[in-house]
């Protein structure tokens, strides 16, 4: 017997052309090849009468050769095939193209499966290009459920199903990891039995059983990660804190709290004065106002002696939450330092000597905080913000720089409810639903190239009147191939033919960061009327004088990622509004997009989201921390979430700590999984 880490070119008919078309697929080994599953399958197991085939509707038909195969030469690269073949019903023509090997393998006399689509003319009905083999040869493809694989060029179907049959034929497919009682509670197909099953069902019925148990499988073991995060959790301990007092803090507010912002501020200190350590999401939508509930906890913590670190995904937002959350703590008595990877050298060393040293209560950075070099001397409590961007492992590797810390994260996309159960199954939920008082929604337009002249105008009246204006190219610099308005030409397109009055600045991820702080804190001060940029400013980032948000080729953004950047303007008292350019004609994205103008409900628009484009993509696939679920859909399937999500935390209560074979295939996989979702962030 071969292993399942054997590579694949142990197989016959693997050389390194194949194996390279496989490793086109990720498929080096016999175990990826075994769980590469097919995308959907053929029911090819009736056969019928060439009389009853149906015009364009493929079909299995046994029928004789009734002539020899004639190949033509038509031209250059192009050859045909003809032959007639018939049962006791009708006769059919065959044609082939390209495929002079037919006329070998079609015998005169001699009868074959074959399956294919009829195409009708006035002249009677012709086959293009069937694919057939012998009734004597065992179902390969024809006379079977056919399962159909993803391909890469080079790489056939057929060829594919060949080489899987191989490796399933040599070598054992992965061991079970799922306990025998939860098999049997769920009436979920044992292991061994699904890989058979998937890669050769004898119904399309028996397919999706074992289709239905790898969705099981993988809810299972992403549920089975976060329970065991939990219940490590569990065994821990905080010290209460004892100073909740928070007046200081709200009289140095230039704002009273939003309703909601106090009931999530007094959940957090109730969770503080528990004994075990705190464990909670704040979520809210853009503008919501987690950045002051993310304060008042560091502001506590610090008050009980605790260190704070709260990361964030950009640098920018690091600097700018750095900017206004010193500015309201320090005067309180709360030591403020900042830690990026855009600081020099020096100032690293600076504050980490600082937070080792306990001479700060509070770091704001990026995953610089991750480092090895970073060292708390108490880091009691750790906050993400934005924290979709995050990976559940980069999570937990801040939390082990800390004895048992608490936990607080913060999420402005809103995350429909499936979602949030799966990505944050393990936390407590504070809602932030209710936005500071004086917000006016943001009004939003989508139009095409003929009104420029108009948005051109509008935004010279609101730069008049002393506001700003971001406008989001989709792309950096121009490609030729992709013929979208990118940043950097666009921002010189408008510095020199529309906007020559205008102080225009431009911001994108390929800056060095800290080129990209300069160019933010100088927008937020002021400085430039007009900020094109790229979505690195996607996230978080606060200036409440902008007014008018424009993006240009909105329909090459998702729903969601369009919202958030909605979201940069309305945060003042003014009327903020949002312009969407798009050239593109798709009546679906056009509506779409037009239904994003119309509502500023970012759970529906998540939603809708999610709906259109699936989990693996919800917020961009690198962004949502989430792992790429293979099989698993995460709208369609959540009832069998549910499911594996009440088998998993059962079985981690009861039976966690085991160390059997079994469940240490399972921590593996976990392991596997989350490793794949870490390295999220940008
Ligand atoms: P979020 O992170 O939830 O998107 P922020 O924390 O950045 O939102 O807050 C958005 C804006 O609202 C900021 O300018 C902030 O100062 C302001 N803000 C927050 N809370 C209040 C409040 N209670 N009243 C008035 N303005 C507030
Ligand atoms: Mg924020």
Redesign the pocket.
């Known amino acids: 017997m071969a292993k399942l880490t054997d590579p694949v070119t142990i197989l016959r008919g693997v050389g390194p052309a194949r194996a390279k078309q496989l490793a086109q697929l990720n498929i080096q080994t016999l175990g990826d090849l075994i769980c590469h599953f097919p995308r959907g399958y053929e029911d090819r197991t009736q056969l019928v009468q060439i009389q009853d085939l149906q015009p364009d509707i493929p079909a299995c038909f046994r029928a004789m050769v009734l002539s020899v195969p004639r190949t033509s030469h038509i031209r250059k690269g192009l050859d045909i095939t003809r032959v007639q073949v018939g049962d006791t019903t009708a006769r059919l023509n065959l044609t082939f193209f390209n495929q002079n090997f037919v006329s070998d393998n079609l015998l005169y006399g001699h009868e074959y499966i074959f399956y294919g689509a009829v195409s009708g003319d006035f002249i009677g009905y012709s086959m293009n290009t069937p694919v057939f083999e012998s009734p004597d040869s065992p179902p390969l493809t024809t006379r079977r459920i056919l399962p159909v694989y993803p391909l890469t060029a080079g790489l056939a179907n057929a060829a594919m199903l060949r080489l899987i049959q191989q490796a399933m034929a040599i070598c054992d497919p992965p061991a079970e990891i799922l306990p025998a009682p939860i098999l049997e509670q769920y009436q979920i197909l044992p292991a061994a039995q699904t890989y058979r099953v998937i890669h050769a069902p004898g119904s399309l019925a028996e397919a999706e059983q074992a289709k239905r148990r790898m969705i099981f499988e993988e809810f299972f073991v992403f549920s089975a990660g976060l329970a065991l995060l939990r219940a490590a959790q569990a065994g821990k301990k905080a010290v209460p804190y004892a100073n909740l007092t928070l007046t200081p803090f709200t009289q140095a507010l230039p ?4 309703g909601a ?1 106090r009931r999530a501020i007094g959940e957090i200190a109730a969770d503080f004065q528990k004994g075990v350590p705190m464990n909670r999401l704040v979520q ?1 939508d ?7 509930v993310a304060a008042a906890a560091a502001y506590l913590a610090g008050k009980n002696g605790d260190q704070t670190a709260l990361m964030v995904p950009t640098e920018i937002l690091a600097e700018q939450h750095y900017a ?1 959350i010193s500015k309201l703590l320090v005067p309180l008595g709360i030591r403020v330092g900042l830690l990026t990877g855009a600081m020099r050298t020096g100032e690293k060393r600076l504050a980490r000597e600082n937070l080792a040293s306990g001479q700060l209560d509070l770091v704001i950075g990026t995953h610089a905080l991750l480092s090895q070099t970073t060292v708390f001397s108490n880091l009691g409590l750790v906050i993400t913000d934005e924290q979709h961007r995050f990976g559940v492992a980069q999570r937990a590797a801040l939390l082990g720089k800390g004895q048992d810390p608490h936990l607080l994260v913060m999420s ?1 996309t809103p995350i429909p409810r499936t979602l949030a159960l799966l990505m944050y199954g393990d936390l407590e939920v504070s809602i ?1 639903d209710e936005l ?2 004086g917000r006016q929604s943001v009004q939003s337009f989508l139009v095409s190239e003929f009104m420029r002249p108009r948005i051109n105008a509008f935004i010279r009246k609101q730069a008049a009147l002393g506001h700003q204006c971001y406008i989001v190219c989709p792309a950096v610099a121009d490609n030729p191939e992709q013929n979208l308005k990118a940043a950097e030409t666009w921002a010189d397109t408008l510095r020199r033919t529309v906007f020559p009055e205008l102080r225009i600045s431009l911001l994108h991820g390929q800056m060095k960061g800290a080129e990209k702080e300069a160019v933010m804190a100088s927008f937020a001060r002021g400085e430039s009327d007009i900020l094109v940029a790229t979505t690195v400013i996607e996230v ?1 980032v ?1 200036v ?1 004088n902008a007014t008018v948000m424009v993006i240009e080729d909105a329909d090459r953004f998702g729903l969601s990622q369009l919202h958030q950047l909605r ?1 940069r303007v309305g ?1 003042g008292k003014e009327q903020s509004y949002c312009v969407l350019f798009t050239r593109n004609r798709n009546p679906q994205t056009l509506s779409r997009l037009k239904a994003l103008c119309k509502t500023a409900d970012g759970f529906r628009i998540a939603e809708e989201d999610l709906k259109i484009r699936g989990p693996g993509d919800f917020f961009g696939a690198r962004q949502s921390g989430l792992p790429a679920f293979r099989v698993a859909n995460l709208s369609s399937d959540l009832e069998l979430l549910q499911q594996a999500q009440q088998a998993a935390s059962s079985w981690i209560d009861c039976h966690g700590a085991e160390m059997t074979p079994q469940a240490q295939a399972l921590r593996s996989r976990i392991k596997a999984l989350f490793d794949r979702a870490q390295g999220t962030m940008n």
């Open positions: 704002f009273s709290l939003t912002q809210g853009v503008g919501s106002g987690k950045t002051m206004s402005a932030l500071p008082p978080g606060d409440p979201g945060r």
